[in-house]
């Protein structure tokens, strides 16, 4: 049974940096398109940042330059290093595996985990 489990959330102020963890169990995340998802309290969720199983990433223009998705496939991670973290980026972060086509919409996801919160304080 494939699941992801998301930690490093955190309380930062603004311009500091967070790094974000997605373990992958029951399936090999390098394999797979995965996404990284924020979603704040009475909005959709909406996508981050992904990275196609060839290496392929995107981003949601609001991260552009601050955020980077990696993974390490021996250890079966995704991870999202955030920096200049702003206000705007306090969410709860989600990460899953893609189900359809690589993007950002996460219609096309799946195996999503519990998230990890993340506050930036002004």
């Known amino acids: 049974h494939a699941r992801t489990e998301e930690s490093g959330g955190d309380s930062v102020q603004t311009g500091g940096s967070l790094r974000l963890s997605c373990a992958g169990s029951g399936f090999l995340l390098g394999l797979e398109c995965m996404g990284w998802f924020r979603q704040t309290l009475g909005q959709e969720r909406v996508g981050v940042a992904v990275?196609?199983?060839?290496?392929?990433?995107d981003y949601a223009d609001s991260v552009k330059g601050r955020f980077t998705v990696s993974r390490d496939n021996a250890k079966n991670i995704l991870y999202l290093q955030m920096n200049d973290l702003k206000p705007e980026d306090t969410a709860l972060y989600y990460c899953a595996a893609g189900d359809g086509p690589c993007g950002l919409s996460a219609v096309f996801y799946k195996d999503w985990g519990q998230g990890t919160q993340v506050t930036v304080s002004s």
């Open positions: 990275i196609d199983g060839d290496g392929t990433t």
